[in-house]
C-alpha cells in the first residue's frame, strides 16, 4: 500500500488573520522571536512582501522580504517543527526568490546564525554566498550571523 502523495502548497500574502498562528510557530523556531507588532508592520510596510504556505488548510510555514531598491534582503524563511527536513524550506525559498524578481530585484540577500547548519546548507544549496559575518547580531545569544547573497535571473 502506497502512501497518499501530499497535497499541493500554496502561498497566500499576510493577513492579519494569520499573525496569532505565525506567533506559535515563532515561538518555537526561533531563541529572539519577532513580536506581534512586528507582523502587524509587515502588512503597512510597503516594502515588504510577506507570506504564508499551506499545505491542505495547514499553515507549514511563512517567509518574506523587503524590497530595498534592488535587492530582495530575506527577513524569514520558517517552517513549522515537525515537517522540518521534507523540503519545505525550498519551496518557500523558490517562492520568495521568485516574487523577489517579479518585483525588481537583482540580488538577494540575508543574515542566518552561523550555528544553523540546515539553512546555511539550504542557502548555499541554492546558490547564495557567503560575503561576511555580522559578530553578535543576535543580542540574546551573542552569536554571529553569516551574512549570504544571491544574484537573481529571471525563470529561477
Known sequence: ??????????????????????????????????????????????????????????????????????????????????LRGQGLARKLMFHLLEAAVDHGAVVARLEVRESNAPALALYERLGFLREGRRKAYYQRSNEDA????????SGM
Not at 30 to 38: I, L
Not at 146 to 153: E, H, N, R, W
Open 1 to 82: 500500500m502506497s502512501l497518499p502523495e501530499p497535497s499541493p502548497l500554496f502561498f497566500s500574502r499576510l493577513r492579519l488573520e494569520y499573525i496569532p498562528r505565525i506567533m506559535l510557530i515563532e515561538g518555537q523556531a526561533y531563541p529572539e522571536p519577532w513580536t506581534y507588532n512586528m507582523f502587524r508592520q509587515e502588512l503597512e510596510n510597503e516594502c515588504s512582501y510577506f507570506c504564508a504556505m499551506f499545505q491542505n488548510d495547514l499553515m507549514v510555514g511563512y517567509g518574506g522580504f523587503w524590497l530595498l531598491l534592488d535587492e530582495a534582503h530575506i527577513t524569514r524563511v520558517t517552517v513549522i517543527p515537525e
Open 146 to 153: 553569516i551574512v549570504m547573497a544571491k544574484k537573481l535571473v
